[in-house]
């Protein structure tokens, strides 16, 4: 039965070839979205494991992060960049939730999510969601959560106002941008709680500043910060 199963895979393949969205190499049987050949030479920052790292440096001064982090380098022409773009413009949401399994197998063997106690991803305006379709981070969440089994919660950090797009903005006017356009829409359920916030890039850091500078009113709150990729070395 196998034997017939793989030669009518081998035959839709040919017609409908499975492709890397990373790389655009052919995918083989048992590969899923991302090629071998990426999964093993996508750089990993390994910031996760030092504490004192670029990531975290960001918001030294600026807010309280108890611990932060980014699975890979946001540059021109690498993998995680094809893949991160092609997860928020081309919809494939599959992208966001494997580069979440990815990288929560590192962020759980290291101990690095030990003490957390919920995942909240970075909300988008819902005028934003709508016309998407979705939320990129949300299913990098899901794919943290199926790995570290830790509760997502996408109700309890709400953004409010709709800001321009953060591309080619100075530091400066990138904070101006999103300034209060977070808002916790109710303070109980996270009282107490060490949040993991969950984006898909982290550049200036003004977006996870803004949302840890809101999530801070709640009582006894403590707040880290992810990323799959970084636009800081």
């Not at 039965?1 to 895979?9: Q, R, S």
């Not at 991302?34 to 001064?61: E, K, M």
């Not at 993998?79 to 197998?105: C, D, M, P, Q, W």
């Not at 089994?149 to 309890?156: K, Q, W």
């Amino acid at each position: 039965m196998n034997y017939f199963y793989d030669l009518w895979d081998d035959f839709i393949s040919l017609l409908f070839p499975r492709l890397c969205y990373a790389c655009g190499d052919h995918l083989l049987r048992n590969e899923n979205i991302i090629c071998t050949s990426c999964y093993v030479t996508i750089p990993r920052t390994n910031y996760h494991r030092q504490p004192d790292n670029p990531v975290a440096r960001l918001f030294w001064g600026r807010c309280l992060v108890e611990k932060a982090a980014a699975f890979s380098f946001y540059a021109r022409g690498s993998r995680i960049r094809n893949l991160i773009h092609k997860l928020k413009y081309s919809g494939v949401k599959e992208i966001g939730f494997e580069l979440g399994r990815i990288y929560a197998l590192s962020l759980k063997s290291s101990g690095f999510t030990s003490d957390i106690d919920v995942i909240i991803p970075v909300p988008l305006h819902p005028s934003k969601k709508r016309i998407r379709g979705f939320n990129q981070s949300e299913y990098i969440a899901s794919g943290i959560a199926d790995v570290t089994r830790l509760p997502v919660d996408i109700y309890s950090l709400e953004r409010i106002e709709l800001s321009a797009t953060q591309t080619n903005r100075s530091r400066y006017d990138r904070w101006t941008n999103v300034e209060g356009i977070f808002r916790v829409a109710d303070l109980g359920p996270l009282r107490g709680k060490h949040i993991l916030l969950v984006d898909d890039v982290i550049t200036t850091g003004s977006t996870i500043e803004s949302c840890v500078n809101e999530l801070l009113k709640v009582e006894n709150v403590k707040v880290s910060a992810i990323a799959i990729g970084c636009a800081v070395v």
